[in-house]
């Protein structure tokens, strides 16, 4: 059968492949400039140190010098004139007559003394000198490249290690000693009869501390007061994901990411604190954002992201920050040569699960069944006969009774997925660029569709005098979506039955169901029919952000920057119904009437919001041998505007007319409707940190903000904060523990606000039309009060609290973080009930709702290396208790998410909670026999029917009702973990990353879990494991079926912990497979660096389910829209 022409393998998507690999191509064979022929020194200095030369030269040239500091001292005073001239004149002034000379090597610069001229000694008198060769790596066996190797005793025979971490060497003496920045200097014996040495080298944490991004600033992690976490690009550089979300799952504890099937990903700091939106504060380099804008960066052109978890650590953000915030980095160009880095991957994804449906035989067996339990006195084949049920078991007459596999017909069994980045960073002295390309395409499981993302990343900085430095960036995110026939449902493989003839053998669309004339729903509903269809839709949506900054620094230690953004978002799509036949009855031969589609239409939307923001700070930094102070203060400016148009038009005269305009203007298919609206935010902020003998922290924060979300009367809300540390470890009665290297003890409180759930205008009175009034006995339509005003509304608030402990022993061998958190939320926004009498339609807001979480998160890093193999592994878990403290005196609100799946939000009870009917199995008949059984709904219950359980203490036979629903589970976690292994062996590595949650439920709507649920639907594989009379198991995994006529069906539809599912699981998010070629080798092809790569992604999983088991435990539930997906890809990382 031919499905949708619209294919990955089509000539038009092959074009659009060759054309962006020949324009990466073009790129890389653009002749570059080489970074010597572009540095130009201008520096003059008088009667300073060579030392201090070195340093100036360090910071403008980008080079890196090496020395033996007991073996060359550079304290010789020089002076120094010279104008756009190359380094090498400025180290010829500073080394001329100073007993050193220099020699450069790549980026780095290695100075040692001259040798002076030995006297000739007799043979007997000469040592005899020995050439040797080895490696120097870290810990986790990367080569370390520029360590200063040094023959000890001597002051001028050394060398550098190489690219590779490689060095050769002749000596005579009996040992060599290795430094490098950083790492301990290690000393090593030369062995007789030994030529090659392998040599590694230990951090010096007391030297190398890790730096991390926080609020408008970094701080090294040693000195944090609050709870930041932090990830690196290099930690999802293998995930196969096109979502930055998705990459970050399972890598910090206290960091909930959902990532559903064919939703965005949605995240939550240390459980739900909301009844409403509890989504955290974005920030791109500076700039607001949104989870969208985030999810679509690309992945390679970021450098780090941060979690601020805790109040002190957020509360700079102040009325953004109630459930946290991300801080993303991306990458900044650095003062070296242009280095050119390309990384890409082509993947192949199938779905990890998709509901599975009975065969048609199968379906007939039940279908009976249904009918007979119904009305055992019509028989058991009532629905199908014997002879027909054979039709369908030997497949003799498929167009009367086939066994339409939906899944088969109309999924895509792989589908493509393609993804590749290439990036452009360098700079001189004074100018520093990166510039990042992204480009992604990928196919659905559903053919005819697909979407392509472009990405562009560019930030540049220049020194424009040595105190002032302008920053500009430019990030552009655009997202297309094509649709090139019809859209069939998943739900629809369900509602549609497996005994209906996709297609006639005559070629026509199937009409015939069973044996006979299909209902027309069946007909209209036909997957494969609706995917012939000629409907077209497309979409394109276009991220922007232009940033301009600058720093000024006018004395030492004083930091005054600026900032202006301009975000903006546009959204356009377009989609066409197509004119549509009516299906031929295959008996008759004449048209079905309502089978086809009459009417063509079209509709169009476009939205737009545009945000200004405009930053300015001040930070100073002072510190002595004891003291450490550091100030920031600044204010904020924010104005944001959205934008809508809408509208559709019918009856076009030709399919072939694309354009709104051909369309009538008349009919009920004529509308449109537009909107706007926008809010406007002020804020001033300050931060103080002072660090004591480099082991007492403390941290003060505050924030105020006003929002023109609410009445001028209650526009600020002020968010202060407070943190403090002890770093014991620096304690004097802690030194002499060597194995512990850093030991910490912090604590922090503070107070947070939110506006996510605030509309713009929901203080102001609201009216609306179309309400009706009596004048002279004739209703006249007008407008009305819709909403009351409400002037006290104010800002929902957050109070956290947080104790933490960090530790790291034997040199990086363990590291631990620990936080115990108390997050309380108060003045949450619930709707109040208004008399119908007023007239009011819509519930105003109120601040009346609370809600607390508590928990607790851990994290463990553990490296060595065990021979030639290097490992490191790491672990996390986060533990969160949510629970509903006031509901502002309401009644518990129970709310229907769709059909009969219930939630209740009660007091003491956690938000997400289920609420029905406990059970306990199924009835027996010998319950049923003894009068053991309860009623309701009037309904009387049969053996194989639901047990439903009362909460209330009543006698046997009585009705259970309303009053006996309970709380059932929950679809928020107890706890949530990750795993993540890494191994790396002679340049083969080895990662895996797994992540779980635990302590969930999930409901699916009814026709996904309750056969027939319309009359004829398809039931799963998992009602096979059915009550019934043959095998009366009382814990069946579904109870006795019925016809969806039958009160006892409706009986056992009544919402229950007995439709509810397991989704705790644990899954293989990433297992990958690395080679990295030898440099080594690859420099002889003109290359820095090559490594290729194959990754699964989500290819196992450890699911809790035994019931059901063909559901993704990550699907939300309710109707299942989006299949998820598994892959394997194969990828390359290059630089030149």
Not at 370 to 391: D, F
Not at 417 to 426: I, K, N, R, V
Not at 659 to 677: I, K, L, R, V
Not at 1094 to 1112: I, Q, S
Request: charged share 20%; net charge neutral.
């Amino acid at each position: 059968m031919k499905k949708c022409n619209l294919r990955w393998f089509s000539p038009q998507k092959i074009k659009r492949q060759l054309a962006f690999v020949l324009a990466i191509c073009l790129v890389c064979i653009v002749p570059v400039t080489t970074y010597a022929q572009i540095l130009k020194i201008s520096m003059k200095r008088t009667n300073v140190s060579i030392q201090n030369v070195i340093r100036e030269l360090e910071q403008k040239s980008g080079y890196t010098f090496f020395y033996n500091d007991n073996q060359v001292k550079l304290t010789k005073k020089v002076s120094v004139d010279v104008t756009d001239a190359p380094i090498e004149n400025v180290l010829d002034q500073i080394f001329n007559n100073s007993g050193y000379t220099y020699k450069i090597i790549d980026n780095q610069i290695v100075v040692s003394a001259i040798k002076a001229e030995i006297p000739k000694t007799s043979s007997l008198q000469q040592q005899k000198s020995v050439r040797i060769t080895g490696q120097v790596k870290d810990t986790t066996g990367e080569p370390i490249i520029g360590a200063s190797v040094v023959e000890k005793g001597s002051a001028s025979n050394g060398t550098i290690t190489d690219v590779g971490g490689n060095f050769k060497l002749t000596v005579s003496g009996n040992e060599i000693q290795i430094t490098y920045i950083g790492y301990i200097p290690q000393t090593v014996k030369i062995h007789p009869g030994v030529t090659d040495y392998s040599i590694t080298m230990k951090e010096d944490t007391k030297t190398l501390d890790e730096v991390v991004v926080v609020g408008y600033g970094t701080q090294k992690k040693v000195n944090l007061t609050g709870s930041v976490a932090s990830v690196s690009t290099d930690e999802i550089k293998d995930r196969v994901q096109t979502n930055v979300l998705s990459a970050v799952q399972g890598t910090v504890p206290g960091v909930t990411v959902i990532s559903r099937p064919g939703q965005t990903p949605s995240i939550n700091f240390r459980g739900r604190g909301n009844l409403g939106t509890s989504s955290p504060l974005y920030v791109i380099d500076g700039a607001i954002a949104d989870a969208t804008f985030f999810s679509n960066l690309d992945p390679n052109s970021i450098e780090s992201i941060s979690f601020l978890k805790d109040a002190a650590s957020s509360a700079i953000y102040g009325s953004r920050a109630a459930y946290g915030v991300v801080l993303v980095t991306t990458k900044q160009g650095k003062s070296d040569k242009m280095n050119v880095s390309y990384s890409g991957y082509v993947g192949l994804s199938n779905p990890t699960y998709k509901p599975e449906y009975v065969n048609s035989t199968q379906y007939a067996e039940l279908y009976n069944e249904a009918l007979y339990n119904y009305n055992p006195k019509g028989g058991k084949y009532q629905g199908y006969t014997e002879e027909e049920i054979g039709y369908f078991r030997d497949g003799s007459k498929p167009d009367l009774y086939p066994n339409t596999d939906w899944n088969d017909l109309v999924l895509d069994k792989n589908v493509l997925t393609t993804q590749h980045s290439l990036d452009f960073s360098g700079g001189t002295d004074k100018i520093r660029y990166f510039i990042g390309l992204g480009y992604v395409y990928k196919d659905n499981m559903i053919p005819g569709q697909d979407s392509q993302r472009y990405n562009l990343n560019t930030n540049l900085s220049s020194d424009i005098t040595k105190w002032l430095t302008v920053k500009a960036g430019v990030k552009y995110i655009r997202n297309d979506s094509d649709r090139d026939c019809g859209a069939p449902s998943l739900a629809s493989f369900s509602m549609v039955p497996v005994t209906f003839v996709a297609k006639q053998s005559n070629g026509d669309w199937g009409t015939v169901n069973g044996g006979q004339t299909a209902t027309s729903n069946f007909i209209t509903g036909n997957p494969l029919r609706a995917l012939s269809k000629k409907d077209w839709s497309k979409s394109k949506s276009e991220n922007t952000m232009y940033d301009l900054g600058f720093d000024i620094k006018p004395v030492k230690g004083l930091i005054i920057s600026g900032q202006g953004v301009f975000k903006g978002y546009e959204y356009k799509s377009k989609s066409y119904t197509a004119l549509q036949p009516n299906a031929i009855n295959y008996f008759s031969g004449e048209e079905i009437a309502g089978t086809g589609v009459t009417k063509n239409k079209m509709s169009m939307d476009w939205q737009s919001t545009n945000t200004m923001l405009y930053t300015a700070t001040a930070r100073y930094d002072w510190s002595n041998d004891k003291h450490a102070v550091g100030a920031l203060v600044g204010t904020s400016y924010e104005h944001y505007k959205y934008e809508r148009l809408a509208g559709s038009r019918e009856e076009f005269p030709s399919d072939a007319l694309t354009d709104m305009e051909a369309g009538s203007t008349s009919g009920a298919g004529y509308t449109n409707g537009a909107g706007s609206s926008e809010y406007k935010m002020l804020s001033y902020f300050a931060r103080v940190n002072y660090t004591l003998m480099d082991r007492y922290l403390f941290e003060v924060n505050m924030r105020a903000d006003a929002s023109s979300r609410f009445h001028k009367d209650h526009r600020w809300g002020y968010f202060p904060s407070f943190s403090a540390g002890w770093r014991m470890s620096e304690e004097s009665f802690m030194k002499d523990i060597e194995w512990i290297n850093n030991l910490k003890i912090r604590a922090s409180y503070g107070t947070l606000g939110n506006i996510n759930n605030v509309g713009n205008y929901d203080y102001f009175q609201n009216y609306s039309s179309g309400n009706h009034y009596n004048f002279s006995d004739s209703p006249v339509i007008g407008i009305g009060e819709s909403k009351p005003a409400n002037e006290t509304l104010g800002w929902e608030k957050v109070a956290l609290t947080d104790i933490g402990l960090d530790f790291d022993i034997f040199n990086g061998l363990l590291g631990v973080t620990a936080d115990y958190y108390i997050k309380n939320t108060s003045d949450i926004l619930l709707g109040y009930n208004v008399p119908t009498e007023t007239g009011i339609t819509a519930a105003p807001s109120q601040n009346i709702g609370k809600v607390k979480n508590t928990g607790f998160e851990l994290a463990l890093n553990h490296r060595n290396k065990i021979g030639a193999v290097n490992y490191s592994i790491g672990a996390n878990i986060a533990t969160n208790k949510n629970k509903i403290t006031n509901l502002g005196g309401s009644d518990n609100i129970i709310q229907t998410s769709s059909y009969i799946v219930k939630y209740i939000l009660k007091k003491g009870e956690s938000i997400g909670s289920f609420y029905g009917f406990k059970t306990d199995g199924l009835y027996t008949q010998a319950d049923i026999d003894a009068g053991h059984y309860y009623i309701l709904s009037g309904v009387v219950p049969n053996a194989g029917d639901i047990k439903f359980v009362p909460q209330r203490d009543i006698e046997y036979k009585q009705e259970i009702t309303d009053e006996d629903r309970t709380i059932l589970g929950k679809d928020v976690p107890d706890f949530t973990y990750g795993v993540n292994l890494s191994l790396q062996y002679k340049g083969f590595e080895f990662s895996m990353f797994g992540q779980g949650i635990s302590g969930t439920k999930v409901a699916f709507d009814v026709y996904g879990v309750h056969p027939f649920y319309h009359g004829q639907d398809s039931p799963r594989k998992y009602h096979l494991k059915r009550w019934t009379e043959e095998n009366p198991n009382p814990h069946a995994a579904y109870p006795r079926i019925y016809s969806a006529s039958s009160v006892h069906t409706t009986y056992n539809r009544n919402f229950s912990d007995y439709h509810l599912f397991d989704s705790d699981y644990f899954r293989f998010k990433t297992l990958s497979l690395g080679y990295t070629v030898p440099s080594a080798t690859v420099k002889n092809w003109g290359l820095q660096s090559l490594k290729v790569y194959v990754t699964g992604e989500n290819l196992f999983t450890v699911r809790a389910d035994k019931k059901m088991e063909d559901f993704d435990p990550e699907t939300a539930g309710g109707v299942i829209y989006t299949l998820g997906t598994k892959s394997v890809a194969f990828g390359v990382n290059i630089s030149f």
